[in-house]
């Protein structure tokens, strides 16, 4: 294991906040306020959940390699948050129920819409892989 710097650690504390908090606000949204997510938000929450508890180890043991198991869960929740928004504003054709499904779930919780929350989710995201490319660059080989 590589001990992170300051700069680094500070970057993975960062982005484990950023983690926790769209955690926290998907299971409020889900739990508190009774609005169920479509299925391409479930799959982006199947990769936001993950990078909360291994960014949370990562920050406690100043794991320095946290961005290479963290990237990738970061940017494929990314990659469904972007397709997810691609196919609600009819950029790409909706090729499935599930699309359909989407919208539908979208239109009925108005005016804080799935798709939107996706939209919300898609920026935590790209946050903490900007943060976690900072550790990569703070880090020594």
């Known amino acids: 294991m590589v001990k992170t710097n300051d700069g680094a650690w500070l970057a993975i504390f960062s982005a ?12 409020f949204i889900g739990e508190v ?60 054709p909706r090729p499935s129920s599930l699309a359909a499904r989407a919208i539908l779930l979208g239109r009925w919780y108005a005016p804080l819409r799935n798709p939107a929350h996706s939209a919300a989710v898609a920026w935590p995201f790209t946050v903490i892989i900007v943060l976690l490319l900072i550790v990569r660059r703070r880090t020594p080989t």
């Not at 484990?16 to 299971?27: D, R």
């Open 33 to 92: 306020m009774g609005q169920a997510p479509c299925d391409l938000c479930w799959h982006q929450r199947a990769f936001m959940f993950p990078l909360a508890v291994l960014l949370a180890v990562a920050a406690f043991r100043s794991d320095a390699r946290a961005w290479i198991y963290a990237v990738p869960l970061a940017a494929a929740g990314w990659s469904i948050a972007a397709f997810h928004n691609l196919l609600y504003f009819n950029i790409i």
């Open 16 to 27: 484990w906040i950023i983690a926790m908090g769209s955690t926290l606000g998907a299971l």
